[in-house]
């Protein structure tokens, strides 16, 4: 069952890259470094910046696992992670919600006499 949110928005979270990081970790346990480097495009370096700003929140776990003779990173996003990506999301779905227009009385759409409906001849 998934722990209820706040609305809250993450700075941390809402930068580009690391809000698709933590969209890809959300729905499986944990996925390869390599896989979310190929995955968004962009070089080692670079997510291994943006993994360290998850982790030094506690949203991310970065760890070493080996398989065959290679060891390999995987990265898990945490309980506290998936809470605060919760969150950032209902955040965000009610800033897209204020956005939208709220239908007042008088904009209602009133129906098009037939005359009006017809082409124009010329």
């Not at 008088?106 to 006499?113: C, H, I, Q």
Request: charged share 25%.
């Amino acid at each position: 069952m998934a722990a209820v949110s706040k609305a809250v928005f993450d700075e941390v979270i809402h930068a580009p890259l690391r809000l698709q990081i933590c969209a890809m970790l959300s729905p499986v346990r944990w996925l390869p470094f390599a896989d979310i480097r190929d995955s968004l495009g962009i070089s080692d370096s670079v997510l291994s910046k943006h993994l360290a700003t998850l982790a030094d929140a506690g949203y991310v776990d970065v760890s070493r696992v080996r398989t065959d003779a290679r060891s390999r990173r995987k990265v898990t996003l945490t309980k506290l992670g998936r809470t605060a990506l919760r969150g950032h999301l209902q955040a965000l779905q009610a800033i897209a919600a204020a956005a939208e227009p709220t239908p007042s009385p008088r904009s209602r759409t009133l129906p098009v006499p037939r005359s009006a409906a017809r082409p124009v001849e010329g």
